[in-house]
């Protein structure tokens, strides 16, 4: 079947919208897969930080997962773009990334960051978190 996009459901019929905002094609595929597990949820990925947050001002997602590493801007600073646009200064926005020293998990914090996941991301916690963030109602 082909894959569903944006625009392909109703809002009545969908449970969310996941961006993922990423330059690194296994783990964009990786994502990709895990969110497919989750019916009624859409996913896009974008490549680097300037299209992310363009993205994420056209389509209103309702959860931004941001690697911290990449190739035009860093995520702290898309999520700083996020936060000072009203359009998306609400949405839920999670940093991803490789390290996981305490001081880069406390600066992601500090920065206004909602979570800090370190990859490889743990699948089950993440299924777990779409389950909250966009219940199937």
């Known amino acids: 079947a082909p894959e569903r996009g944006w625009d392909d459901y109703k809002d009545a ?13 296994v783990n964009m595929l990786i994502m990709r897969e ?14 680097d930080g300037l299209s992310g947050v363009r993205l994420a001002r056209e389509q209103q997602p309702s ?8 190739p035009d801007i860093d995520g702290t600073e898309v999520l700083r773009r996020l936060r000072a646009d009203p359009l998306t200064a609400s949405i839920p926005c999670i940093a991803l990334s490789a ?5 880069d998990v406390q600066s992601a914090r500090a920065a206004g960051f909602d979570d800090y996941w370190t990859k490889p991301i743990d699948l089950s916690s993440f299924l777990g978190v779409i389950d909250r963030l966009l219940p199937a109602g």
């Open 99 to 103: 390290n996981a020293m305490p001081e």
């Open 63 to 70: 959860l931004v997962l941001i690697d911290m590493q990449l």
């Open 13 to 25: 019929d969908l449970r969310g919208k996941v961006l993922y905002i990423e330059d690194n094609d």
């Open 34 to 47: 895990l969110v497919a597990k989750r019916p009624r949820v859409i996913f896009h990925g974008a490549v």
